[in-house]
């Protein structure tokens, strides 16, 4: 009964400090996301097609993962080395000063796009280390007992951020593309001070043995359980195949015609229903049947998507993206809950860091996707044919993945591998 009433923002304060962290730096995050991607396709629609221009907001999703794919199994495993307090601090420093340089890029009259990306680059080598260690930290915050409620406020937290984030970067681009990327690293010097403020034990037990074996330890854990590895994989197709964030500046200038303040709108109108579904979790978390939600809410997911890739109206292109936000609200909390409970705490920054890639390459390669498939199809075909797509994925996940399918949170056990 614990587990459903204890409150972790009030009785652990430490925790409640990194989600403060967590929410700043996603709001920050997210402003900044929103203001990239407008600035880039305002740029290059001054010269090139819609398809073309389309093409190269889907860079941005690549030149971010690039340097994430390279870095981030190594963060993890420097997340189960050192103090992770120290990391996320030594990360927020960084987007501060990439968040900076954006700004100053933004105040010449021609912005160069190579440098655009360039700092895009150095950006995602920040998210490569923040994500491991973030994830991690959080569970040596509160006892394991009350761990799938805290997961909750954490969600509940990271979708109001996801809410304020878009809404700011769209009102503050359309009056300064230079102020609002000012504003992002504002938010994240907070999110600093935050993380700096967190006490208590932030440096794990370390287990000892050299980098590259630990590595593969954490790789090998994840292959091996089937559970987790079939959470993070159906994650990672579906939003490759279904994401249309990468899209939203070409449905709102060229499709729906509703300028830079409908675009804020529309990227926020996810976060919405994302927001109303992680605040049912985080009051009410899924216990029993965890698994067969996490299908159906993809399902829901790729349904949504189709809707909002053929609808005309922005009402309904609103109410697409909420459905679809809090689809995968549920799909965000149950992989996460299952993941930080299934694995112990010494291997929490590797297995954290594989799921991360998988969730990187999800976000950043479907922007790429979406990019590309948007060249060849439109971006009305590009967003329809992700949608089918997350759907048969449903299907073919709910049959490989049985462990998936019947997995219950109040029932998953840590198990620890034989170190060989």
């Not at 700004?103 to 895009?120: M, R, Y």
């Amino acid at each position: 009964m614990r587990a459903f009433t204890e409150n972790p923002l009030r009785r652990y304060p430490n925790f409640a400090l990194l989600l403060l962290g967590r929410f700043l730096s996603s709001v920050a995050m997210l402003t900044q996301s929103v203001t990239l991607g407008w600035q880039v396709y305002s740029i290059a629609r001054l010269e090139h097609s819609v398809a073309y221009s389309s093409f190269l907001v889907g860079m941005i999703g690549l030149v971010q993962f690039v340097p994430m794919f390279a870095f981030v199994l190594l963060a993890g495993e420097t997340a189960d080395r050192y103090d992770r307090r120290k990391i996320l601090i030594a990360c927020c420093l960084l987007q501060v000063f990439c968040s900076a340089s954006l700004a100053f890029i933004a105040t010449s009259a021609e912005p160069s796009l190579i440098a655009i990306f360039a700092v895009a680059a150095l950006f995602g080598v920040a998210r490569a280390f923040t994500m491991p260690a973030g994830a991690s930290l959080g569970p040596m915050l509160v006892p394991r007992e009350i761990l799938p409620r805290a997961i909750g406020w954490n969600t509940l937290g990271m979708q109001m951020g996801m809410v304020l984030g878009p809404w700011l970067g769209g009102v503050l681009c359309a009056i300064s593309v230079p102020l609002s990327y000012a504003t992002a690293a504002t938010l994240y010097a907070c999110a600093t001070i935050a993380v700096t403020c967190i006490g208590g034990k932030t440096k794990p037990d370390h287990q000892g043995g050299k980098r590259l074996k630990l590595i593969l330890e954490g790789i090998s854990y994840v292959w091996s359980n089937k559970i987790v590895f079939g959470a993070i994989s159906l994650d990672l197709f579906a939003v490759l195949l279904g994401g249309v964030t990468a899209l939203l500046p070409v449905f709102a200038r060229d499709v729906l015609h509703i300028g830079a303040d409908g675009f804020g709108m529309l990227r926020s109108a996810p976060a919405i229903g994302g927001g109303l579904m992680a605040l049912t979790l985080s009051t009410r978390p899924v216990q029993r049947n965890a698994g067969f939600w996490m299908l159906v809410a993809v399902a829901v997911y790729g349904a949504a998507t189709i809707v909002f890739a053929l609808s005309s109206w922005l009402w309904l292109s609103m109410v697409a993206l909420a459905i679809l936000g809090a689809a995968d609200a549920v799909s965000v909390f149950v992989r996460q809950t299952l993941i930080q409970i299934v694995t112990p705490d010494p291997m929490r920054g590797r297995v954290t860091a594989v799921s991360s890639l998988f969730i990187s390459a999800s976000n950043e390669l479907g922007e790429f996707e979406s990019g590309v498939a948007a060249r060849f199809l439109g971006p009305v075909g590009a967003a329809i044919f992700g949608g089918v797509g997350s759907i048969a994925l449903t299907g073919l996940w709910g049959r490989w993945f049985p462990a998936l399918r019947n997995a219950h949170l109040d029932t998953a056990r840590t198990e620890m591998p034989a170190r060989k």
